[in-house]
DNA sequence: GACCAGGTGAATA
DNA sequence: TATTCACATGGT
């Protein structure tokens, strides 16, 4: 196993706010930086001395997993000229954040579990399928030998009934999980549904039971990198009451009021907005 | 013990 | 169409 690496100026991607910000559940701190995984892959990145480094045995899948071609000076300096303040003051603070492009089927799954629960909480469910269900792997990172569990594969995850959803901690959404898994058929057919537009293909992932708009927005903004996405959730909810002046109440009104104002800046935004209502929560 | 967490489906008016 | 409620679980 070769293992490659790659330098990255550290201006705009610092890896711990780009992990910490709810995009991703799969990672674990490691010696400078964190172990991060990604379908039944992994990668040791950490920042240092002005640089990202980002080491893997699969270059080519980590530089766009993190988003390297993406100019994030630009987008952070249309947040900074932006007329709101919220957003200008977020994007000071989460000016490291990029946004992920992840694997499609393991984001749908992912953020079904996500949904009224917290993250802590979420990360260890998803470890535990991923335990339970996934191909055990082994890698080699600067000479120490890493031991995990890759995302399961969906013919895993259809044999299992409701019962064992319900066992590792999903609650109701054990259901959701167990009817997703036997409907999609190896998952084929989300993966081709990024030839639809933003719209359509929202819609598509509306008509699976247990998504909502949220979770439909998530995937398509982490999964799919439609940044014309606004999720809401509490978290945005409350930034967009208490500190952007909103009064709209209706989530899925607060949504298409943020897309047709920012664009294809939404989904950009509406992370800086996340990690700095959270933080802000956090040093209080 | 109430409230909250990256909400959604179903019933009701 | 818009509101309201139940839903599992664990942390504060």
Redesign the pocket.
Same mark, same amino acid.
């Given at each position: 196993m070769i293992m490659d690496k790659i330098i990255f100026d550290s201006k705009y991607f610092n890896v711990k706010d780009t992990l910490d =910000? +709810?995009?991703i559940f799969r990672y674990r701190p490691y010696k400078k930086g964190y172990l991060v995984f990604s379908s039944d892959k992994v990668c040791y990145a950490y920042n240092e001395s002005e640089k990202a480094v980002i080491i893997s045995d699969d270059k080519k899948y980590f530089y766009n997993f993190f988003d390297l071609s993406e100019d994030y000076g630009e987008i952070v300096n249309k947040a900074l000229n932006c007329d709101c303040e919220a957003i200008c003051q977020s994007s000071k603070l989460g000016k490291g954040i990029r946004i992920l492009n992840q694997n499609r089927v393991e984001t749908l799954f992912s953020?079904i579990v996500? $949904? @009224? @629960? @917290?993250? *802590? !909480? %979420?990360k260890g469910i998803i470890e535990k399928m991923c335990f339970f269900l996934g191909e055990k792997k082994c890698a080699e990172i600067e000479g120490e030998k890493i031991e995990y569990f890759a995302f399961p594969k969906i013919n895993e995850l259809a044999k299992k009934d409701v019962g064992f959803f319900?066992s590792i &901690?999903? &609650?109701?959404?054990?259901?959701?999980i167990e009817r997703l898994a036997k409907d999609i058929d190896g998952g084929k057919n989300i993966e081709e549904l990024d030839l639809l537009s933003t719209s359509d293909l929202k819609n598509r992932l509306?008509s699976?039971? +247990?998504?909502? *708009? /949220?979770?439909?927005d =998530?995937v398509l903004l982490?999964g799919f990198h439609r940044t014309d996405s606004f *999720?809401?959730?509490?978290? %945005?909810e /409350?930034v967009y009451h208490e500190n952007m002046g909103g009064t709209l109440?209706? !989530?899925n009104k607060i949504a298409k009021q943020l897309v047709c104002k920012y664009g294809e800046l939404s989904g950009y935004f $509406?992370?800086y907005l996340?990690y700095y209502k !959270?933080s802000l929560e956090a040093n209080e």
């Open positions: =910000c +709810g995009q953020f996500s $949904q @009224n @629960n @917290n993250i *802590p !909480r %979420i319900s &901690g999903l &609650g109701y959404r054990a259901s959701y509306l699976i039971y +247990g998504v909502g *708009p /949220k979770v439909a =998530c982490f *999720p809401v959730d509490t978290w %945005i /409350k109440t209706d !989530r $509406q992370q996340f !959270r």
